[in-house]
């Protein structure tokens, strides 16, 4: 009797996998930089802000550039100096012309994705449609879990008339009270006092706060791959393990560094053997992602 108690005690007792979750970025990360989407949608951004914005032409890079840094996205930074468009209108321009021929399939990834019983779990600022698409094309739809994308951070925004209070502070692009970004980053005060963005996207650590409880994440026991250094460095101050992708340079923030994704199981082994320590110990709970991929 003293024996069989005791079997079922080290049973229970065994040592814990120091991960049990995988969380993904999407864009030049599990795919690389050079399929050249990213240039591609960095140009499509710049038409939308000429055709649909009105903006000139001579101030789009530069706008681009401070947008970006200060709010995550393009997007986000537009909305809060005072455009106001229709969401799901600039994802479908700015994405929606993507050359997606240009994603293969990838069945190397996908067979080091699903030789890892971790739980996988995507987070992208992108949109639903896009992230469908592209892992479609890749052959990695069934890799995941779930999606975190820009639809399950903002709920029921498909238009920019919601009747946020942070937008009631700003009249609409037709009206033109915008907020001058180029003129403000010329002036020595730059940095100070920017408008906020009613968008919730990385790297913001609310968006990373909110993706984890969302997906019902420890970030202590996550390991986390994105191209971005701003997303990496805001994930690690939100307490997970951190791996940046694109590069071998290690960085402030970066526990690990992937030339290329594909060097997975080369450069961190720790998570096959991790895994075979709670072999036949599986996540069997429910996730509640509103933008699970289910095509």
């Known amino acids: ?64 550039d401070l947008l970006y840094k200060n709010y995550g996205t393009t997007m986000a930074g537009l909305r809060a100096i005072g455009y106001k468009f229709d969401y799901d209108d600039y994802h479908s321009f700015v994405h ?48 995941f879990e ?55 996207c990385k790297p913001s650590e609310y968006a990373f706060e909110q993706a984890l409880r969302i997906a019902n994440i420890n970030p202590h026991r996550t390991m986390f791959f994105d191209d971005s250094v701003r997303n990496i460095q805001a994930g690690k101050h939100v307490g997970l393990h951190t791996v940046l992708v694109g590069t071998s340079q290690r960085i402030k923030g970066a526990d690990f560094a992937l030339e290329s994704i594909h060097n997975l199981r080369e450069a961190l082994p720790e998570l096959w053997e991790d895994a075979k320590k709670s072999e036949g110990i599986r996540y069997s709970g429910k996730v509640a992602i509103e933008a699970s991929v289910t095509a």
């Open 1 to 64: 009797m003293t024996m069989e108690y005791d079997d079922r005690y080290h049973q229970v007792q065994r040592p814990k996998p120091k991960y049990d979750c995988l969380l993904f970025d999407l864009d030049d990360t599990l795919y690389p930089l050079s399929t050249g989407l990213e240039k591609a949608c960095r140009k499509n951004i710049g038409d939308y802000m000429v055709e649909k914005l009105g903006i000139d032409e001579s101030k789009i890079p530069r706008m681009c």
């Open 96 to 143: 929606g012309r993507l050359p997606y021929e240009k994603l293969k399939q990838d069945p190397v990834l996908k067979k080091l994705l699903l030789s890892l019983p971790l739980r996988k779990v995507l987070f992208t600022n992108a949109d639903k449609i896009h992230v469908v698409k592209a892992l479609s094309r890749l052959g990695l739809e069934d890799c």
């Open 146 to 200: 779930g999606i975190i994308c820009f639809e399950t951070l903002n709920p029921n925004q498909h238009s920019s008339d919601d009747g946020n209070d942070i937008e009631s502070e700003v009249e609409s692009s037709a009206g033109a009270r915008l907020f001058d970004i180029l003129l403000h980053f010329s002036q020595l005060n730059a940095g100070e006092d920017l408008p906020k963005t009613p968008v919730l």
